[in-house]
């Protein structure tokens, strides 16, 4: 696209910086619409599940509720407890919205298709995801009340524990991939077993890592059984108690594009991204276009984060903790040795 702007007569730097920000507006443009029909779905699948009808109103079958929603919340009153710190307390929300979206920047949708194809994409996933704990913690202690305050600390305790796990689970990826660039994890998935199985996940060695980074996402976005934000004995929303308007619709904006993010992440890290399931050249779905894989395989794992939603019970917060650091942290460790092992032994032929 710089080298379409270069040739209508603009400088390189204009070209460049058009061309960024097209791809921006590319990327989060459709995301926000994105949210607003996951949120129309999620409350689809919860009905069906507890054989109800969910939201069947506003629009055809119900889908313009979300914008319903939303513009309800746009046209509320932003309201700031007197004893918040304002300037803060007005930042938290936009922190953990920008957070959300900054990570998509290096999410590959096909073979060339990603906005920045960098060599330390994975890092940059992990290092910015990790940034909107600020946004939880901030939120809770602006907010000058011992319930946000409570729940804050309680969500970062859970956002830290989880993203150790994950980190250990991503390493498991970089070392069979032998690289941190996200394009580059999804092309070395291509024939990966028996050369007709596009996908880390049917490697006996990664597929418990393949369900451990699942299970790690649902914590690491809230999601039930892990939504322990907000407590049972509280019946108030968690670090968000204290918001309205706009402010608190920016926290569900991040949440969902969160979801989103962990959706596309176990399609892209663990079964082959955009490519199909199978490697075999005979089956017409070679025809059908990467990034519809890649939709295809989010949808899948949105259905999954929703379908334990409505059916599994919520932890308590020591069976949540316990969990991270007794069972998912050792494991995570276990493999790491047990992959390393595996590499040496096959890849480089045991060399030291």
């Known amino acids: 696209m710089t080298a379409t702007f270069q040739s209508w007569g603009l400088t390189h730097d204009w070209s460049w910086f058009l061309a960024t920000v097209i791809g921006i507006l590319v990327i989060s443009l459709p995301l926000l619409l994105a949210v607003a029909m996951i949120i129309y779905a999620d409350r689809k699948i919860w009905a069906a599940i507890a054989l109800r009808r969910g939201p069947n109103v506003v629009g055809p079958w119900g ?30 929300p936009i922190v953990t919205f920008t957070t959300a979206l900054i990570v998509w920047a290096v999410v590959p949708f096909d073979a060339g298709v990603v906005l920045a194809d960098i060599n330390v994409g994975l890092l940059y996933i992990l290092a910015a995801s990790s940034l909107g704990v600020y946004g939880v913690i901030v939120a809770g202690w602006a907010s ?28 498991c990826v970089v070392l069979y991939a032998n690289s941190f660039n996200v394009s580059q994890i999804v092309l070395g998935q291509q024939g990966h077993i028996l050369g007709l199985l596009n996908g880390y996940g049917f490697n006996p060695l990664l597929f418990p890592m393949a369900v451990v980074f699942l299970i790690s996402s649902m914590a690491e976005t809230f999601r039930t059984p892990f939504d322990l934000v907000e ?6 929303a968690g670090h968000q108690t204290e918001y309205s308007s706009m402010s608190f619709a920016l926290f569900w904006l991040g949440e969902y594009a969160n979801v989103i993010l962990m959706c596309a992440l176990n399609a892209l890290l663990f079964w082959g991204g955009w490519l199909p399931p199978l490697n ?73």
Do not use: C, H
């Open 144 to 171: 000058n009340s011992k319930y946000p305050f409570f729940s804050a600390l309680r969500a970062a305790a859970q956002m830290v524990s989880y993203e150790v796990s994950i980190g250990f689970v991503l390493i």
């Open 63 to 92: 889908l313009l509720q979300s914008f319903a929603d939303g513009l309800k919340v746009f046209l509320k009153e932003t309201i700031i407890p007197t004893s918040a710190n304002k300037g803060l307390f007005l930042i938290a």
């Open 280 to 352: 075999v050249d005979l089956i017409p779905w070679f025809d059908i276009p990467g990034i519809l894989w890649l939709f295809a395989k989010m949808a899948m794992f949105f259905f999954i984060f929703s379908w334990v939603k409505a059916t599994v019970p919520r932890y308590r917060y020591d069976q949540l903790m316990r969990l991270g650091w007794k069972i998912f942290l050792p494991l995570s460790l276990l493999f790491v040795v047990l992959i390393s092992g595996w590499l040496m032994v096959t890849r480089y032929g045991g060399a030291s």
């Open 231 to 236: 407590a049972e004995s509280e019946l108030v």
